[in-house]
């Protein structure tokens, strides 16, 4: 070993040496700490990972829940009283609501509880509930639930089968299911596009009548709804839960079945309407309007701009999609007297030209209207009265009336109609 001694540290061969002894001494300190420090703390992590390898869950096979003697067509007995189920109703989208078929179509997660006590809890189960295969459903009791008012619908199956079945330790079921449903909903649109439709989702027993099985909706969470619902002409509000009134009931042989009705509110909005419809016919009606204020003597101006309004009117009553129903809606109202107030301004503005015309007529012809024969007198008398009147009416003064009657006349409407329908 090379000496250290500051006395011959001058020399380079020794300077290098030093410097290797001291890198041998802290690499010679670093490896005695590895073992100390480093090996027990990564066995301390790698510990669970190797263990939780070796733990093992035996798996449930049906006999381990149903005896051998279950029968899955009788209802569960308690005490002697009907079978009872809590039905839950989560409503994830509705994606259409068609008023010509009157129906709309929805997305729903459906939850069916019910105890049975017969069925056996897994011994070796510590949990609070297990999930059973959606299989053994068939191997089950369960509630025999339909939805009445259902024109189609199925189970929604997208990546998987939308279907679950848990048991809880106290012999509970729950079974949960999604489900794509098209309802039919009876409409009343003599609001139209006002109006706050009402439509039902209706649950009812199949076969079991109320002294084998009853229905009753969740205490907690009957009927909700998802936080993603938006529908583009509706707003759904907050939906309510009832019981089946004596229309939805059914009785066969005198007994009566287990029913349920969900109702669902849809308010049309009226953003849609108001600017397509409302907004461009009080501009026509306006602009009909104008023909008052254009000289009577200036006949092509006033008719192209009244028969104008009136064609361009009458196009937008075709473009207003209104619902096939045969009865008069509130949007029918509204186009309808607006296609009049516009008829009404050609109608003014015709008998206007034909007045002034015939004034005419008598000012160069004073006799037209009159007759020196005395035997047509009496027979002419009343045409006579009548042009007598005529001859007195200033057209230029008519033009100014309906250039106020007729706005009153219609604002008054629009004010009636607006506090009525809406």
């Known amino acids: 070993m090379i000496s250290c001694d500051p006395l011959i540290q001058h020399s380079t061969l020794t300077r290098n040496s030093c410097h290797l002894e001291s890198m041998d001494r802290s690499l010679s300190s670093l490896i005695k700490r590895i073992p100390i420090n480093i090996i027990p703390l990564s066995l301390l992590f790698l510990a669970p990972v190797l263990s939780y390898g070796n733990i093992r869950r035996p798996a449930i096979v049906l006999e381990d829940v149903i005896p051998p003697e279950y029968d899955s067509i009788q209802t569960p007995d308690i005490d002697g009283q009907p079978a009872d189920v809590s039905i839950q109703i989560i409503i994830l989208n509705i994606r259409s609501v068609d008023v010509s078929e009157m129906s709309y179509i929805a997305d729903i997660f459906l939850y069916e509880t019910w105890r049975d006590p017969r069925l056996r809890y897994p011994a070796d189960k510590k949990l609070e509930r297990i999930s059973l295969h959606p299989e053994w459903r068939n191997h089950l ?185 045969s009865y008069v809606v509130a949007l029918n109202v509204w186009l309808s007297v607006c296609i009049g107030f516009v008829f009404c301004g050609l109608l003014e503005y015709s008998a206007v030209v034909a007045l002034l015309s015939h004034q005419k007529r008598l000012g160069s012809d004073p006799i037209a209207g009159s007759s020196k024969d005395a035997g047509s007198r009496t027979r002419h008398y009343l045409i006579n009265m009548l042009y007598s009147r005529l001859e007195k009416i200033q057209v230029h003064k008519i033009d100014r009336m309906c250039r106020v009657v007729f706005p009153v006349i219609f604002c008054i409407h629009c004010i009636i109609y607006f506090s009525i329908y809406m």
Request: with cysteine.
């Open 141 to 325: 009791w369960t509630p025999d639930v339909y939805f009445y008012n259902a024109i189609e619908g199925k189970v929604l199956n997208t990546v998987i089968p939308y279907v679950n079945l848990w048991l809880k330790n106290d012999s509970t079921v729950i079974f949960g299911a999604r489900l794509s449903l098209e309802f039919s909903c009876d409409m009343l649109l003599h609001k139209f596009p006002h109006d706050t439709q009402t439509c039902d989702i209706i649950v009812k027993s199949l076969t079991h009548t109320l002294s084998e099985m009853n229905l009753h909706w969740n205490e907690k969470d009957a009927i909700t709804v998802g936080d993603c619902i938006i529908l583009p002409q509706f707003e759904l509000l907050t939906p309510d839960r009832s019981t089946c009134n004596e229309s939805n009931e059914i009785e066969k042989h005198g007994e009566t079945f287990a029913c349920l009705r969900g109702i669902i509110q849809l308010t049309r909005r009226s953003g849609y309407y108001i600017i397509n419809i409302y907004i461009p016919t009080v501009l026509i009606v306006f602009m009909s309007m104008l023909t008052f204020w254009i000289p009577v003597d200036a006949v092509p101006g006033r008719v192209t701009l009244g028969v104008t309004s009136l064609l361009t009117i009458i196009t937008k009553q075709y473009q207003a999609s209104l619902p096939s129903v």
